[in-house]
Nanobody, 118 residues
Framework: VQLQASGGGLVQVGGSSKLSCAASESSFTITEMSWYRQAPGKQRMLVAS???????NYADSVKGRFSISRDNAKNKVTLQMNSLLPEDTAVYYCHVLLISGDIAGYQWGEGTQVTVSS
């Protein structure tokens, strides 16, 4: 599976931005789709995830501001980010969990920079 991320860039404080990630077709079933982020000097952390039943999970720091959604038909996940803060500045990574029979795995997409300026 290959992941192609888009979106991000420079945004002002309080603004909005949207990240999208599309997975290529494969024989694997995508179970969970997630967004992680890594700020300079910090560890990569989970921002939001959505499983193939539509159950979502968010980091406390983004609850109420970010919304994750997925289009199963297109193998696409979107992260809508509102009320952005300077601390949201990071490289954002798309991540998927894969399964095929007894085989499970994961794939990372290339990071996309989000910079929130004050």
């Amino acid at each position: 599976v290959q992941l192609q991320a888009s979106g991000g860039g420079l945004v002002q404080v309080g603004g909005s931005s949207k990240l999208s990630c599309a997975a290529s077709e494969s024989s694997f079933t995508i179970t969970e789709m997630s967004w992680y982020r890594q700020a300079p000097g910090k560890q990569r952390m989970l921002v939001a995830s959505v499983d193939n039943h539509g159950t979502t999970n968010y980091a406390d720091s983004v609850k109420g501001r970010f919304s994750i959604s997925r289009d199963n038909a297109k193998n696409k996940v979107t992260l809508q980010m509102n009320s952005l803060l300077p601390e949201d500045t990071a490289v954002y990574y798309c991540h998927v969990l894969l399964i095929s029979g007894d085989i499970a795995g994961y794939q990372w997409g290339e990071g996309t920079q989000v910079t929130v300026s004050s």
